[in-house]
Every structure is written in structure tokens, then in C-alpha cells.
């Protein structure tokens, strides 16, 4: 079994939806440039709110993914 090496990034995702749609679009946006992502976890969970609803919400999450070579 080969030994890995996980590098983190941290990541903030944002959607008017819901918080898995911020977290789903972050993970695409890294998914462009970054290779050979593996898991996430959430960090932080921040929503703004006008006329007694949420307008937005923000999630920071930490994304690992194994290194190559």
C-alpha cells in the first residue's frame, strides 16, 4: 500500500441556496485547478440576512488532496 501525503487548502464557498450549494461550488472551482481531491471539512459557517431571511450563505471549508511524485 503506497503512503500518501495531503496537502490542505482552505476554501470559501458562497450560494443565495443553501450551504451543501456553497460547498459544492467551491469544491468545483478548486476542482479546475487542483488535483487529485480527497475529503473536506467544514470550518466556518456564515450567512448574511435581510427581510427576516438569509440572503447568502458563506461556509470555509479545508480541502485535502494527495500530492504527487
Known amino acids: 500500500m503506497k503512503d500518501h501525503v495531503y496537502k ?3 476554501l470559501t464557498g458562497t450560494s443565495t ?3 451543501e450549494d456553497a460547498i459544492e461550488k467551491a469544491l468545483k472551482r ?6 487529485n481531491l480527497c475529503w473536506f471539512q467544514m470550518i466556518e459557517t456564515r450567512g448574511n440576512i435581510a427581510k427576516e431571511k438569509v440572503q447568502h450563505w458563506q461556509v ?3 480541502v485535502g488532496f ?4
Not at 30 to 35: E, P, R, S, W, Y
Not at 66 to 69: F, H, I, Q, Y
Open 66 to 69: 494527495t500530492m504527487e511524485g
Open 30 to 35: 478548486a476542482h479546475k485547478t487542483v488535483k
Open 60 to 62: 470555509t471549508i479545508k
Open 17 to 19: 441556496t443553501s450551504i
Open 8 to 10: 490542505l487548502i482552505e
